[in-house]
Antibody, heavy 123, light 108 residues
Framework: QLQLLESGPGLVKPSETLSLTCNVS??????????WGWIRQPPGKGLEWVGS???????YYNPSLKSRVGISIDTSKNQFSLKLRSVTAADSAVYYC???????????????WGKGTMVTVSS | SYDLTQAPSLSVSLGQTASVTCSGD??????VSWHQQRPGQSPLLVVF???KRPSGIPERFSGSNSGGTATLTISGAQPMDEADYYC???????????FGGGTKLTVL
């Protein structure tokens, strides 16, 4: 059974870089038809897509975050990572990693989610 | 940017049918997924590709998408269905994933 688990610091200082890793177990990253994504949720608010990566390294980012975000993948370690630069309090959120089903053109669905990890931006 | 609009809240009586809607420009030309999020839990995919149910999702969950509105229908609503529901789509013009703002469903 595929499982995703986020890890990383729970507290990041303003202007610094938020770094998170998603470890995948029970399956492999290098499969066709699936991307691997990051989604965040500020406390009490809705879901916001951050970006997604394919096992080849191809990435797609939320246009509103594109200038600050980077997502990478390491298939040998079965993990993918998020870096968000120059963070502010507005970046405080629960960050989820998830598998994104993209087996058909125009179809996108996050079908397996991690438990999420809370990241607070504060000095 | 492409926007998906959902009503913030919806109430349904126990055993009745709930219709959660999501609207967007020419949304019928895109494929919509729906996620359920119970308090304190991670989201759970309940419908994808407009009207497909993942394995393990009860038949009372169904979806449709036409024109500018996608609808998640929950037939015979149960107390366990009380949750936030988010629609999601892929916008090819901006090559980005979009989520709706979410609808909080209350089962009375």
């Amino acid at each position: 059974q595929l499982q995703l688990l986020e890890s990383g610091p729970g507290l990041v200082k303003p202007s610094e870089t938020l770094s998170l890793t998603c470890n995948v177990s029970g399956g492999f990253l290098n499969i066709s038809g699936y991307y691997w994504g990051w989604i965040r949720q500020p406390p009490g608010k809705g879901l916001e897509w951050v970006g997604s990566v394919f096992y080849s390294g191809t990435t797609y980012y939320n246009p509103s975050l594109k200038s600050r975000v980077g997502i990478s993948i390491d298939t040998s370690k079965n993990q993918f990572s998020l870096k968000l630069r120059s963070v502010t309090a507005a970046d405080s959120a629960v960050y989820y990693c998830a598998r994104e089903r993209r087996q058909e053109w125009l179809v996108s669905a996050f079908d397996v989610w991690g438990k999420g990890t809370m990241v607070t931006v504060s000095s | 940017s492409y926007d998906l609009t959902q009503a913030p809240s919806l109430s349904v009586s126990l055993g009745q049918t709930a219709s959660v809607t999501c609207s967007g420009d020419k949304l019928g030309s895109k494929y919509v997924s729906w996620h359920q999020q119970r308090p304190g839990q991670s989201p759970l995919l309940v419908v994808f590709r407009d009207n497909k149910r993942p394995s393990g999702i009860p038949e009372r969950f169904s979806g449709s998408n036409s024109g500018g509105t996608a609808t998640l229908t929950i037939s015979g609503a149960q107390p366990m269905d009380e949750a936030d529901y988010y629609c999601q789509a892929w916008d090819s013009s901006t090559t980005s994933v979009v989520f709706g703002g979410g609808t909080k469903l209350t089962v009375l």
